[in-house]
């Protein structure tokens, strides 16, 4: 991205803290300057805390669940207990872990960063919004200690609302409030991206990680709202007797269906849109050209923001749901995979004649791009009315969210974390490392999970905790993968923290553009810039004869 | 005159005038569709219902919650929540229509 | 932070323009989750009237049209009085902005217990399908279905109206004291998006309850 600073324009701050080498890091250090701070750049580090501890949490009944399916017998964990693993994994995984991964850690970190804003439009909504999912996260936790919840992440009615004895109201509770934290920080995003761009940064200059977290946040202001609601009616169903989807009353369980997948289907694409985001902006700095299409990326990240949300009924084809409106979500669902389709022919396209250079972001970049491919080729195998009749609850759709939510949107959570690693700490972590990772990944994720395509095309159905011995070769090879998947987790949490003390001091050790990287100190000062910049050519301006530092 | 609004709103008196003026036209709606309730419409009932709502919401939002004096972009954002409203419901009439 | 126009700018604008934008536009946005909010039950509403026409019908016959029509005046007469206040805070009318404002919580009170007396008539009638309580209503299931639908609409709409009153009384002890004038003004015109806002929801309510 071309700048050149501007005296006149803009309010000047602080410039005497670079020369006194003082940082958003170092500049306070008191646990109450972290608890109540305002500056995005530190909320996005409560947030990496948060979320970390709750990918923990995921995992662990994750490996419990692959732990119980080595034997076909279900002798590990009893079927009530299994399923409520299940539950405990999907919900948190999904609601917090996968939502606001991305948006809240580096999104949070670099929006501002990449627009030159000094900050968010609304910092101190921004930390509320810390603090409301904490307070989700509590709720959920105390679900899991009064005995868990069995409903699955889906909560399907008329089962939850009407027959599971588990903790039903305290999880809906929990994932009730966390909804609010991801409405108020799309909100603010959406906000900060209309109102607080600099001078000169019109949008077709904005890096495309700034479009997708626009169209993440879109999707979180417009769709969360209707996933609050149907968990709200539940709980009062629940407590009050009131009961909206109660057969007996007329009331229609396929309503809550309609509900949740008004908001469940966009919220995938909330899982994966920041993602596509992180890879559009490594692999141009990686490959060292200009991203291929860069207009055509950009509009498919709204395009996929609005169709989104035309193709929920895709989850309901055997449900009940009428014929023809069964048909009619299946061509949109059809539709929904242009823009997609789109962007993966830009990434290939940007490599074309590239200079490439495969450290460690790259190849979570570009695992990233063959995962997603997959997982996005086999939702359109789903979206396919009569195939789904057969594939519908087994563990193909086990493997094809699981390809574009953890090996798309995972990966590229690890890839983006540690390509702006750097940039959050001013420290070097270990290349050699953070490249066995990526592979070990990227071995590990298909082992775990190419065995379930296979699972389900013969019949497997997801959700089992014991099944016929003929599928026991698969189910073990999908255990062992998520070992080594786990192994490739857990390298980057302790070479990461390492770097903090030993890793060398840099300041932009990919010779990256991009104004969070040209125009502010790393790490940043409190309010990033020493002036306003400005703004005055498109972004990626790589050119292939330069190399990386 | 300090408005911290970007078009500088009526003058005074005018801009009492017109509130009040919307007032009137909005409790006239109110009591049309009153009186609709007791006038056998069939299948009109709700359109008719549903249609003032609509125009009275309009009249609410345009002049008494001053969207006439916002930006385009704010416009924008105020229609956004009805544009997605209508998706959610008619795709989800999409089905009850035709079970 | 800088003093400009009266109004504090914040560090991370530019303009008090700027900044007045942005609110507007994040408020604006605000309002829409909650439309979407409302949405999600409306769009149950909907579904289920299209399913059970008649049934519907015949349970709406049990609603107070008269109390449900006198309460959409009384909400559309406080959208006034938030509207002149709103006015009138900006010209620095003090005294005139505290009575709209004190006008509009009253009404907002007297919606509220209009509501309740609904609410008790139709306990005392056996309309309340809550457990514990006798349920006398002799339609088709649907029927209840209907009011499961009532109490949830119009309960989820109080409660949005219970938090714009108690708002609306703490925007009424600013201007009261008339600390900063230019800020008031704008807690006066946000509070009072919201305030019309829930009224818009109720304009969609009475009709989709009260005249089926
Ligand atoms: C390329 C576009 C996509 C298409 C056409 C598509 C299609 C589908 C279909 C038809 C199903 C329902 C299968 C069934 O239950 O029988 C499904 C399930 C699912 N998809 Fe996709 N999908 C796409 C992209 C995505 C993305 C981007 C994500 C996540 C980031 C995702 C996550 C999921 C999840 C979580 C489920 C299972 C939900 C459940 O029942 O628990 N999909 N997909
Ligand atoms: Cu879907």
């Known amino acids: 991205m071309s700048t050149t600073a501007s005296p006149p324009l803009g309010r000047r701050l602080d410039t005497r803290a670079a020369a006194a080498g003082r940082n958003y890091l170092n500049e306070s250090t008191s646990l109450r300057s972290w608890l109540l701070t305002t500056d995005h750049k530190r909320i996005a580090w409560l947030y990496l805390a948060s979320i970390t501890f709750f990918f923990f949490i995921g995992s662990l009944a994750a490996l419990l669940i692959r732990l119980e399916l080595i034997t076909p017998a279900g002798d590990l964990v009893d079927s009530d207990t299994y399923n409520k693993l ?38 101190r909504l921004n930390l509320l919004s810390w603090y409301i999912y904490t307070l989700g996260g509590l709720f959920t936790l105390t679900a899991t200690l009064a005995g868990g919840v069995d409903t699955g992440w889906t909560f399907y009615t008329p089962y939850s609302s009407m027959f599971s004895n588990t903790a039903v109201v305290m999880a809906a509770t929990g994932v009730f409030v966390v909804g609010f934290s991801s409405i108020l920080t799309g909100l603010n995003f959406m ?29 979180m202001v417009l769709a969360t709202p209707v996933l609050s609601i149907s968990l709200l009616l539940i709980v009062l169903e629940r407590v009050f007797g009131i009961g909206i989807f109660d057969p007996a009353l007329g009331g229609d369980p396929l309503l809550f269906q309609h509900l949740f997948w008004f908001y469940s289907h966009p919220a995938v694409y909330i899982m994966i849109l920041p993602g596509m985001g992180v890879v559009s902006e490594i692999i141009p700095c990686f490959a060292r050209r200009p991203l291929f299409g860069y ?25 009940g749901q009428s014929l023809y409106a069964g048909a009619v979500f299946s061509l949109f669902s059809f539709l929904v995979a242009v823009p997609s389709a789109i ?55 086990t493997a094809h969210f699981h390809y574009i939510m953890v090996g798309g949107m995972v990966t590229a959570y690890f890839g983006g974390l540690q390509f702006w690693w750097p940039k959050m700490t001013g420290r070097m972590y270990s290349e050699i490392w953070a490249v066995i990772a990526a592979i070990t990944l990227f071995i590990g994720f298909n082992l775990t999970f190419f065995p379930q395509y296979l699972l389900g095309i013969a019949g497997m159905p997801r959700r089992y905790h014991s099944y016929p011995e003929a599928f026991q070769l698969l189910h073990v090879a999908s255990s062992a993968g998520a070992v080594l998947l786990a192994v490739g987790y857990l390298l980057p949490a302790i070479y990461l923290p390492a770097s903090l003390r030993w890793g060398r001091r840099v300041d932009n050790p990919w010779g990256a553009l991009g104004l969070e990287w040209t125009a502010a100190d790393t790490p940043p000062i409190k309010h990033n810039f020493h002036q306003t910049p400005v703004v005055t050519g498109p972004p990626y301006g790589y050119r292939n004869d330069a190399e990386p530092a | 005159m300090t408005s911290p609004g970007t078009t500088t709103p009526l003058r005074h008196d005018r801009q009492l005038w017109l509130l009040s003026a919307i007032f009137l036209l909005l409790q006239a709606l109110l009591l049309i569709t009153w009186g609709a309730h007791y006038v056998p419409l069939g299948a009109f009932t709700p359109v008719v219902n549903f249609g003032i709502a609509i125009i009275k919401t309009l009249l609410v939002a345009i002049f008494f919650m001053q969207l006439r004096a916002e930006s385009g972009l704010v416009r924008a954002a105020a229609g956004l929540g009805g544009l997605w409203l209508l998706i959610l419901f008619t795709l989800l009439l999409a089905d009850y229509l035709t079970r | 932070m800088s003093p400009q126009a009266g109004v504090t700018i914040q560090t991370q604008f530019e303009t008090a323009a700027q900044q007045r934008e942005a609110d507007q536009l994040g408020m604006w946005l605000f309002l829409a989750t909650e439309a979407l909010l409302f949405g999600g039950i409306f769009a149950g509403y909907l579904g289920y009237r299209v399913l ?41 009318r003090r005294r005139a902005t505290l009575v709209l404002l004190g006008a509009t919580i009253a009404l907002g009170c007297a919606f509220l ?62 201007v009261w004291r008339w600390r900063t004038p230019d800020r008031q003004a704008r807690q006066v015109e946000m509070a009072g998006l919201y305030w019309h806002f829930v009224d818009i929801v109720w304009l969609f309510v009475y009709p989709a309850l009260y005249l089926v």
């Open chain 3, 113 to 174: 217990a209009i509501k309740a007396l609904e609410y008790t008539l139709e306990f005392r009638e056996g309309l309340m399908p809550l457990p514990g309580l006798e349920f006398r209503y002799d339609g088709p299931p649907p029927g209840q279905m209907f009011f499961n639908l009532y109490y949830t609409m119009t309960g989820l709409h109080a409660l949005h109206l219970t938090v714009a009153v108690v708002m609306m009384a703490v925007i009424f002890v600013l």
């Open chain 1, 343 to 397: 962007k993966v022919f830009n990434w290939t396209a940007t490599l074309y004649q590239g200079r490439i250079h495969l450290t460690g972001p790259m190849l979570y970049a570009l695992s990233f791009v063959g995962l997603f491919t997959l997982g996005g080729l086999t939702g359109l195998f789903l979206a396919t009315l009569a195939l789904d009749v057969h594939l519908h609850d087994t563990y193909f759709v």
């Open chain 1, 86 to 123: 299940f539950s405990l994994h999907g919900i948190i995984m999904v609601w917090f872990f996968l939502v606001p991964s991305i948006p809240t850690t580096l999104g949070n970190f670099l929006l501002p960063l990449m627009i030159g804003a000094r900050d968010v439009a609304f910092p």
């Open chain 1, 191 to 219: 906000v900060t991206v209309h109102k607080l761009r600099a001078p000169g940064l019109t949008w077709f200059r904005l890096p495309i990680m700034v479009w997708t977290l626009y169209a993440t946040s879109l999707i």
């Open chain 3, 52 to 92: 059970h026409p008649e049934t519907f019908a015949a349970a709406a016959a049990h609603m107070k049209v008269g109390l449900g029509t006198l309460n959409t005046a009384v909400l559309l007469t406080s959208s006034l009085t938030v509207a002149l206040a709103h006015h009138l805070v900006q010209q620095g």
């Open chain 1, 295 to 319: 207009r055509a990326v950009a509009l498919a990240s709204l395009g996929i923001a609005l169709f989104g949300f035309l193709v929920w009924g895709h989850h309901m084809f055997v449900s």
